[in-house]
């Protein structure tokens, strides 16, 4: 079970300025929330114990990285037996390009975000990996043509070697 952080409103500030800047070091949120920088480190080492922040990460612009392309897919699986519900949630897991994945309610069983080179890239990786995965029975595609809001981490394997994880 998560740590219940509503009793503590310097945990809420704690997580508020770092969610707007990850690199502060402990004198910095200290001074931001109105701590000395010992109770701030102590509540921060609470706050990733518990498991409350998970880990620290830079929004990287996707474009800049030769990831031009991004897709939202509905997916339906084929039955909703735990084997296939749990092998298709690991390949998900495993798979770089896809960023982010929900099951939700609706007309499809999960949303994806998939980030690719371009459009023939994703055409590839629907054939390659998408279909392949366990249990798809169905894909709907919706190319997104502006990003209005995104912070999810990128898949960057492309850019330090020829072989890619895409």
């Given amino acids: 079970m998560k740590k219940e952080i509503s009793s503590d409103p310097f945990a809420a500030k704690i997580l508020k300025e770092l969610q707007i800047d990850g690199r502060l070091t402990v004198q910095d949120l200290a001074s931001?929330?109105?701590?000395?920088?010992?109770p701030t480190w102590n509540r921060l080492r609470e706050l990733e114990r518990a498991g409350v922040i998970h880990h620290y990460t830079a929004?990287?612009?996707?474009?800049?990285?030769?990831?031009?392309?991004?897709?939202?897919?509905?997916?339906?699986?084929?039955?909703?037996?735990?084997?296939?519900?749990?092998?298709?949630?690991?390949?998900?897991?495993?798979?770089?390009?896809?960023?982010?994945?929900?099951?939700?309610?609706g007309s499809a069983d999960y949303l994806i975000k998939v980030?690719?080179?371009?459009?023939?890239?994703?055409?590839?990786?629907?054939?390659?990996?998408?279909?392949?995965?366990?249990?798809?029975?169905?894909?709907?595609?919706?190319?997104?043509?502006?990003?209005?809001?995104s912070q999810s981490p990128l898949p960057l394997d492309h850019l330090g070697s020829p072989s890619t994880n895409r």
Wanted: charged share 25%; with cysteine.
């Fill in 59 to 105: 929004v990287v612009d996707r474009a800049s990285v030769g990831l031009g392309s991004c897709v939202l897919a509905e997916v339906n699986l084929s039955r909703h037996v735990d084997n296939v519900v749990e092998e298709f949630e690991e390949a998900v897991r495993e798979c770089a390009a896809i960023i982010e994945c929900q099951s939700t309610t």
């Fill in 115 to 149: 980030v690719t080179a371009d459009i023939a890239e994703y055409d590839s990786f629907l054939h390659n990996v998408i279909f392949k995965l366990p249990g798809v029975r169905e894909i709907r595609s919706s190319v997104v043509l502006r990003e209005i809001k």
């Fill in 32 to 38: 931001r929330i109105g701590l000395s920088a010992t």
